[in-house]
């Protein structure tokens, strides 16, 4: 008896979590100003660790919050302080992404919707049809993928740095 309310109370939960994400996601669309965006986009990555979670990958959903959510963001949100609020793109209501993005959300939505009403996939497997394994995931992270991960920090770094140089350049010398 308890298992069911339990099994239930996930799969409502995963729903909630996975609507929030999907309306998150929407509203980075709709929005312009780039604090907001990046504020929506957050809020879809948290909702797309409690997807995660739920769904019994804890390890990725933790990877989900502290690197995406933790790290990603502080610089998105670093690099929009900097950006000048006075600059006329900013006045224009929405993005012009708006119409190609509503189109692309009707086709998930299709898709979605399509998938509800078919059996929809089991969970993942591995490459020989096992389960997933986190013992085998980092193994093969830690040895195959680690350096891919450290030169993706780096490039964040050198896109914040290259941010702040072209913000400088395109600055006028308040002096002059």
Avoid at 65 to 73: D, E, N, S
Avoid at 108 to 134: K, M, Q
């Amino acid at each position: 008896m308890i298992d069911t309310v339990l099994a239930s109370l996930d799969t409502v939960f995963l729903y909630v979590f996975a609507g929030c994400a999907f309306l998150s996601a929407a509203l980075m669309l709709f929005l312009k100003e780039p604090m907001r965006v990046a504020l929506a986009l957050i809020s879809c990555m948290v909702f797309l660790g409690g997807v995660y979670g739920l769904l019994g990958v804890h390890f990725i959903a933790a990877f989900q919050v502290l690197i995406y959510v933790g790290a990603v963001m502080v610089f998105m949100v670093y690099a929009i302080m900097l950006l000048d609020p006075r600059d006329e793109s900013m006045k224009v209501r929405y993005s012009h992404f708006l119409w190609p993005g509503a189109v692309g959300y009707v086709l998930l939505v299709e898709a979605l919707t399509a998938g509800i009403w078919n059996d929809l996939p089991g969970p993942p497997r591995g490459p020989a049809g096992e389960p997933f394994s986190l013992k085998a995931f980092s193994e093969v992270f830690l040895s195959e993928y680690w350096l891919h991960f450290e030169l993706t920090s780096v490039l964040l770094v050198a896109a914040v740095v290259a941010a702040l140089a072209v913000i400088r350049v395109n600055r006028k010398d308040p002096r002059g």
